[in-house]
């Protein structure tokens, strides 16, 4: 989905998120992730520089970081943001005019993808797979939810809200 709104939509950026992950081979820091010890988290989290982050169950951490919005701002552009679902809705509270859509895959869809992906160990699929589970249940709180059973119809219906939305903002 977010390949898709980046590609159809020319003034829309990725908002690079910060995680305390440690980078994967052929992975790019400031592409991919601002990579970050946990000291280095916890300074910038009390120092008051996420939007927004999310505690992961296996431990990880990831977030936005303000500075990250403002150099899309600077740039005249919309930022992007690819979040967790307590992410997503810490932005709405936050940002009244922000757009939330639930991108919502079958649980065997998803499965499936992690596996074929083989970025993460059997037991962190077991907990992503048991956390969208859980996460189901609040997709009502979000703007919109698209089903994701078909990626192209649904990379196409995101496109479609954001376009609209944007339309209807300007």
């Keep these: ?10 003034r829309l950026r990725l908002a690079v998120s910060a995680t305390t992950r440690p980078q994967r081979p052929g992975e790019v820091e400031g592409f991919h992730y601002w990579y970050l010890s946990e000291e280095e988290f916890d300074r910038r989290l009390s120092d008051g520089d996420f939007l927004e982050y ?10 936005t970081l ?12 919309i930022p992007l943001l690819e979040l967790e679902l307590n992410g997503s809705l810490a932005v709405k509270k936050k940002v009244p005019n922000a757009l939330t859509i639930f991108v919502d895959a079958p649980l065997e869809e998803l499965e499936r993808r992690l596996r074929e992906r083989a970025t993460e160990s059997s037991g962190e699929i077991d907990d992503r797979i048991a956390l969208a589970a859980e ?3 609040l997709a009502g709180l ?9 990626r192209e119809r649904a990379a196409d219906d995101c496109v479609d809200l954001v376009e609209r939305e944007l339309a209807a903002c300007r």
């Design 135 to 137: 996460q189901r249940r």
């Design 142 to 150: 979000f703007d919109y939810v698209v089903e994701n059973d078909d």
């Design 54 to 63: 999310h505690v992961f169950p296996w431990g990880q951490r990831s977030g």
């Design 66 to 77: 303000i500075s990250e919005l403002d150099r899309i701002a600077d740039a005249g552009d």
């Design 1 to 10: 989905m977010v390949q898709a709104l980046l590609a159809r939509i020319p």
